[in-house]
T-cell receptor
Framework: AQSVTQPDIHITVSEGASLELRCNYS??????LFWYVQSPGQGLQLLLK??????LVQGIKGFEAEFKRSQSSFNLRKPSVHWSDAAEYFC????????????FGKGTTLSVSS | DGGITQSPKYLFRKEGQNVTLSCEQN?????MYWYRQDPGQGLRLIYY???????QKGDIAEGYSVSREKKESFPLTVTSAQKNPTAFYLC????????????FGSGTRLTVV
């Protein structure tokens, strides 16, 4: 079955430290890949997306993600975390074909310690 | 500015009552979606619609119904058959299904009292 896995439910990082959030997908073909961020009680904000081409994509707020086809992964990274990055992060995928919808992982909650 | 409007932001329902959540978009998008969010569960797809007068069930459609009479509107009804309706509901739209460029609303928090 098609699925998106975020192995880490909760991560705590010190302010200024680097961050990596993991995402793996299980699909027959390479889907479009997204990372979203959500603050409590709010909607979703798109951080970045990958469709094709360069496997390292840059997003907003200093985030980047790397697509690795061999590992079916799309991990999100940030070199230096700020306290305002504390939020919930969702990886999502969609196949490039009609009749499909965006499917989400269960999310990773990021806490930032001072 | 174009976007998606969900209303109300907070909604309270008595057990056994149906309730309808509104979702309106002015982006001229053909596709619209409803997701349910519960803590630790991520966002799960309830229903989606590719075009007017057409919609498909998602992973958790039981206890929900939708309509798509206008391109701009995709209301979700939470029926009394939904045994655990308390959740955060997000509406989204995209130019077409299977593509990219999703826009999300700000959500409706439904609480059963």
């Amino acid at each position: 079955a098609q699925s998106v896995t975020q192995p880490d439910i909760h991560i705590t990082v010190s302010e200024g430290a680097s961050l990596e959030l993991r995402c793996n997908y299980s699909y027959g073909a390479t889907p479009y890949l997204f990372w979203y961020v959500q603050s409590p009680g709010q909607g979703l904000q798109l951080l970045l997306k990958y469709f094709s081409g360069d496997t390292l994509v840059q997003g907003i707020k200093g985030f980047e993600a790397e697509f690795k086809r061999s590992q079916s992964s799309f991990n999100l990274r940030k070199p230096s975390v700020h306290w305002s990055d504390a939020a919930e992060y969702f990886c999502a995928v969609v196949l490039n074909q009609a009749g499909t919808a965006l499917i989400f992982g269960k999310g990773t909650t990021l806490s930032v310690s001072s | 500015d174009g976007g998606i409007t969900q209303s109300p932001k907070y909604l309270f329902r008595k057990e056994g009552q149906n309730v309808t959540l509104s979702c309106e978009q002015n982006l001229n998008h053909d596709a619209m979606y409803w997701y349910r969010q519960d803590p630790g569960q991520g966002l799960r797809l309830i229903y989606y619609s590719q075009i007017v007068n057409d919609f498909q069930k998602g992973d958790i459609a039981e206890g929900y119904s939708v309509s798509r009479e206008k391109k701009e509107s995709f209301p979700l009804t939470v029926t009394s058959a939904q045994k655990n309706p308390t959740a955060f509901y997000l509406c989204a739209s995209s130019i077409y299904t299977g593509g990219y460029g999703y826009t999300f609303g700000s959500g409706t928090r439904l609480t059963v009292v």
